[in-house]
Every structure is written in structure tokens, then in C-alpha cells.
């Protein structure tokens, strides 16, 4: 089955339980929503993932889309803690692009994070090392600030940037010799640098239907850049995402 390689903050599980919200009390919910998105980054062609959601938050353990972890405020409007997160891999079938390379697994990744708050703005950062042998490390930054905030609607606009080791660059934008020969020769010999993959910018909406019942949207645009963007894999440098969810609280 062909997945998408994609960051948590597409589900609207975080959207509802990020390890930035403050939690006064435990809560839960459960729903389902429907990503739309590349196949792969630098696909040219889209699919919609439809996924189940869960979202829980008790303060301390937080489970939201794809990641789950643990957070310790210290003070100031920051939070740190670890986190795991699941990544989608690629199937050499995605795009006549690929054929001749090597599928990439799905995989856990693992790691920490530190997020601030003060007021509308926020920022964080999380560093998640895959955990399948030879997938490399990545990094996020992204900041942003809540434009919107009524009891029955959010808006928040955020942009980030995604850094990735040699391994993750080379795995996700690579192509081995073998891969090159087994493409007979359309796909370059390519080994990128560790370096930026790529930027993106995204609105979210969260809308309260009722004390139990919310739903959520996100849009957004992406570019991948550098060594990323060079790569023969990629069809298109810029893509658009998008993700719709309903949910209810506990």
C-alpha cells in the first residue's frame, strides 16, 4: 500500500492536543479525518489518506494524531519533553518517477522537543531520529501566532522549516548506483547533503460546534528546497496539504 512521508502537524489531532496547549484537566477524543496531500514529497500526483483520530491530554502524557509523548513545563511560557511520532513511507510504485528505486519503509521516530507560548505566538522545535536503521534524523522549527480566537472559532497561521541529516536527506532524496542501473540509467547517481529539505507555511481552523462536537481544517503550501529540490525523484518543488476532521470531546 502506497503512504505518504508526513509531519504530524497535518492531523487535526494536533490542531486539538498539541504538547504546547496548556491541559488544566484530562481530556479525550475521538473521531476521524482525511488528509490530502503528494504522494510523496516532491510527487507530483495527490492522494487523500483517510485516519482514524485520537487525541488525549492529561498535562503530563499527550497522545495527538501520529505522535505521542511527554512534556515538563519549566517555566516562561516553555515546555520541553520527548516525544515518538510514526512517518509513512514511499513505494516505488508511487510515481513512474521511482521505478527502479528501493521502497522506504514506514518507520517510528523518536526524540524531544521544546515549545513557547506567550499570548498568540508560539514557536517550537523537535529533533526525531527514525529508528529504522539508516533513516537519518530530522528537525523542525516552526513559529506563529493565533490570528483568530473566539469561543467558537481558532485560527492559527504558522510557518516552519525542516532540517535533515545525511541519512534522511539521502534516503528520502537519494539514488543509489544500484538505483540508477535498476532505473537503466534515467535516474542520475544522486547523494544530497544534510541541509534544509524544505519550508511550508499553513493556516489552521478549528471550529466548536458544540461543548463536545469540534471540527478542524488545515491548508497549506510547501516547498522543498537545496539539495532536496535537486534531486531526480522530485517532480515538483511546491505542493499544497490540506486535512479535515471531526472529533468529539470526552
Do not use: C
Not at 179 to 200: F, H, M, N, T, W
Not at 210 to 239: C, F, I, Q, R
Amino acid at each position: 500500500m502506497r503512504y505518504l512521508h508526513f509531519a504530524a502537524a497535518l492531523t487535526i489531532g494536533v490542531s486539538m492536543a498539541t504538547p504546547s496547549s496548556p491541559a488544566y484537566a484530562a481530556e479525550a477524543s475521538l473521531g476521524a479525518q482525511v488528509n490530502v496531500m503528494p504522494k510523496y514529497d516532491g510527487a507530483a500526483s495527490y492522494r487523500a489518506l483517510p485516519l482514524p483520530l485520537f487525541a488525549y491530554d492529561n498535562g503530563l502524557f499527550f497522545v495527538s494524531g501520529l505522535s505521542a509523548g511527554i512534556r515538563y513545563p519549566i517555566g516562561a511560557g516553555i515546555t520541553t519533553g520527548l516525544i515518538a511520532q510514526f512517518d509513512f513511507g514511499r513505494d516505488a510504485d508511487d510515481s513512474a518517477r521511482l521505478a527502479g528505486t528501493n521502497d522506504i519503509s514506514n518507520t517510528a521516530r523518536v526524540g524531544a522537543f521544546v515549545d513557547w507560548r506567550h499570548g498568540k505566538w508560539h514557536a517550537s522545535l523537535n529533533a526525531l531520529q527514525a529508528t529504522h536503521s539508516g533513516y537519518g534524523l530530522k528537525v523542525r522549527l516552526a513559529g506563529g501566532f493565533t490570528a483568530l480566537a473566539t469561543p467558537k472559532n481558532t485560527v492559527d497561521l504558522t510557518v516552519g522549516a525542516t532540517f535533515g541529516n545525511g541519512d534522511y536527506m539521502n534516503t528520502y532524496f537519494g539514488v543509489t548506483e544500484q538505483e540508477s542501473l535498476a532505473s537503466q540509467s534515467r535516474l542520475a547517481r544522486y547523494s544530497p547533503s544534510a541541509g534544509i529539505k524544505g519550508v511550508d507555511a499553513s493556516v489552521t481552523w478549528k471550529h466548536q460546534l458544540n461543548p463536545h462536537w469540534s471540527t478542524a481544517a488545515v491548508l497549506g503550501v510547501s516547498s522543498l528546497v537545496g539539495d532536496a529540490a535537486d534531486s531526480p525523484v522530485v517532480e515538483h518543488k511546491a505542493a499544497i496539504f490540506g486535512s479535515v476532521g471531526l472529533a468529539y470531546r470526552f
